[in-house]
């Protein structure tokens, strides 16, 4: 069974840049046809799904983020990683890391815990 671990600073300053990073056990981040998304969810909204790697590399982004945002993967490691550059206050969420099973059709199937990420100086 798959597990995902999100992991990162809790607490970011304004116009910096938040990175996470999702550890993947379980199951590899190179498998055919499994993505790996990031999605957020900020207090009182709805979760909002930030963009994904797929199992070959290629990247999509929600368009409303895609300026600020940047997924990569370290394969050795079994890891992908969040960058989100010059955040501000409304970046503040619990930020997930999940994969998607489209060999299954299954969507969003295993997710980590959630990191909370606090922007603010």
């Known amino acids: 069974q798959v597990q995902l671990q999100e992991s990162g600073p809790g607490l970011v300053k304004p116009s910096q840049t938040l990175s996470l990073t999702c550890t993947v056990s379980?199951?590899?981040?190179?498998?055919?046809?499994?993505?790996w998304s990031w999605i957020r969810q900020s207090p009182g909204k709805e979760l909002e799904w930030i963009g994904m790697?797929?199992?070959?590399?290629?990247?999509v982004y929600s368009p409303s983020l895609k300026r600020r945002s940047s997924i990569s993967r370290e394969t050795a490691k079994n890891q992908f990683t969040l960058q989100l550059t010059a955040v501000t206050p409304e970046d503040t969420a619990v930020y997930y890391c999940?994969?998607?099973?489209?060999?299954?059709?299954?969507?969003?199937?295993?997710w980590g815990q959630g990191t909370q990420v606090t922007v603010s100086s």
């Open positions: 999940a994969r998607v099973d489209t060999p299954n059709g299954r969507g969003f199937d295993s």
């Open positions: 379980g199951g590899s981040i190179t498998t055919n046809f499994y993505y």
């Open positions: 790697i797929t199992y070959s590399g290629g990247t």
